[in-house]
């Protein structure tokens, strides 16, 4: 059952974030996973990523993410952070529409972004997800 501490709500000894608290932590890190639908299955690939006016942009080569970024697919996004020490922890869930960004004055905008593929090969088209919903629990 949930309960309410100092204005947190906690169920079952998760924090549950709140929208601005899951963007602080997003502007936080910069490896990520997205999740898309293959073939009615969900495939969930690592992705460098930044986020430009609170929306999650990574660049892709072609190929899967490309694909559902084309088709204007909904997907996943999802970050996290484990100290395997202590058990602390926390993760964060983006859920939105993924599309290919192609106007040019957004894409100089993204160029500015440090975004450094760790995966080797042509990466150069950008993936813009627009999170429609945000989601996170930390362990307390």
């Known amino acids: 059952m949930a309960e309410h501490r100092d204005m947190t709500l906690i169920d079952n000894g998760l924090e549950i974030l709140s929208p601005d608290q899951c963007r602080d932590l997003l502007r936080r890190t910069t490896l990520g996973r ?20 609170d ?50 004055e957004e894409i100089r905008a993204a160029e500015q972004l440090d975004l450094h593929p760790f995966a080797a090969g042509d990466r150069s088209h950008f993936v813009r997800i627009r999170p429609e919903f945000l989601s996170g629990r930390r362990i307390v």
């Open 34 to 53: 997205v999740a898309v639908t293959v073939a009615a299955l969900p495939a969930i690939f690592p992705v460098n990523y930044s986020l430009l006016d």
């Open 55 to 104: 929306q999650i942009i990574f660049r892709t080569g072609e190929g899967t993410k490309l694909r559902a970024a084309l088709e204007r697919a909904v997907v996943a996004f999802q970050i996290d952070h484990i100290d395997e020490s202590t058990g602390a922890g926390w993760s964060v869930m983006a859920v939105g529409l993924a599309d290919e960004i192609t106007d040019p």
